[in-house]
């Protein structure tokens, strides 16, 4: 029951009431609580007569030895007489019955197909065994027999590029766009000194898509000094050839804000693209 706190501040009377009514709210629930333990030591004190593990309220375990209801098996590991209930003879798939469940994970353990299978190493070149699994999640072709060897491989061979996921994500929205324009990455013949991002050189067209080093002293003033005078200069220089040049500022903080800036821009320099073309 919800009360009204402004009219309790206000009324003493009426915050009487709801203490009132609070007190015995607290003591119906402390006879409530009462009555509950004596219904769970009652129903404990049964499970000892019936020798039952108690596993808490209204919950029974496999029975350790023949009651009423209980139906007489064989235990498959150790050759035991085991009892079980006939509820759990129709959920059960399989005719194996345990005792305990050590028995059921020795016998497991024993009787299930261990397939190992021999490879090699691809860092280190030395064989070892391993599950088929393995090979089927591996979609490399490559295994290895430690997770050092895997790190080690992945940090020789790793793919070394200093383009950004945005500049890729907007690199092939264009080449898809435009299957017939040549449109090169890192290109270095088109402001000559300076590498542009992504250049068209048919159309005179250069995209810069700049990160937060091109703003923020990320890495020290001096080299944000740096990277801003060659950001002058390499504009300076487009604009004397004739070039136009697009610089996309990427400030987002995580690849879903990127893609959407991503889908942004493509948008618009696709727009420029046609007006170029046409």
Not at 12 to 23: A, D, F, S
Not at 243 to 252: F, G, N, S, Y
Not at 255 to 267: N, S
Request: with cysteine.
């Amino acid at each position: 029951m919800p009360y009204n706190k402004t009219r309790m501040l206000n009324d003493p009377e009426y915050t009487q009431h709801v203490l009132e009514i609070k007190r015995e709210n607290a003591k119906r629930a402390s006879i409530n609580r009462r009555k509950r333990y004596a219904e769970d030591s009652i129903f404990r004190d049964k499970c000892k007569q019936e020798q039952l593990k108690y596993r808490g309220r209204y919950k029974y375990k496999r029975p350790t030895s023949k009651t009423k209801n209980s139906v007489e098996k064989t235990c498959q590991q150790c050759g035991k007489l085991c009892y079980t209930w006939p509820s759990a003879i129709k959920k059960k798939k399989t005719d194996n019955y345990f005792c305990s469940n050590a028995c059921s994970n020795t016998w497991t353990s024993d009787h299930t197909k261990k397939v190992l299978l021999s490879l090699v190493c691809s860092f280190c070149e030395k064989p070892f065994l391993s599950h088929p699994h393995e090979m089927l999640n591996s979609k490399s072709g490559n295994y290895f027999c430690s997770n050092v060897c895997n790190a080690k491989y992945q940090l020789l061979h790793a793919k070394k590029t200093n383009r950004s996921y945005g500049e890729q994500l907007l690199f092939s929205g264009l080449v898809a766009k435009f299957p017939s324009l040549t449109i090169l990455p890192n290109n270095k013949d088109l402001l000559p000194g300076f590498e542009v991002d992504i250049a068209i050189p048919s159309l005179k067209l250069g995209i810069e898509w700049n990160g937060i080093l091109h703003y923020q002293p990320i890495y020290g003033e001096t080299t944000l000094t740096k990277i801003v005078s060659r950001d002058e200069g390499r504009f300076q220089l487009s604009q004397r050839l004739g070039v136009r040049l697009i610089i996309i500022p990427d400030l987002t903080k995580h690849r879903g804000q990127t893609k959407k800036l991503v889908d942004e821009q493509l948008a618009l320099v696709s727009a420029i693209v046609l007006d170029l073309l046409t």
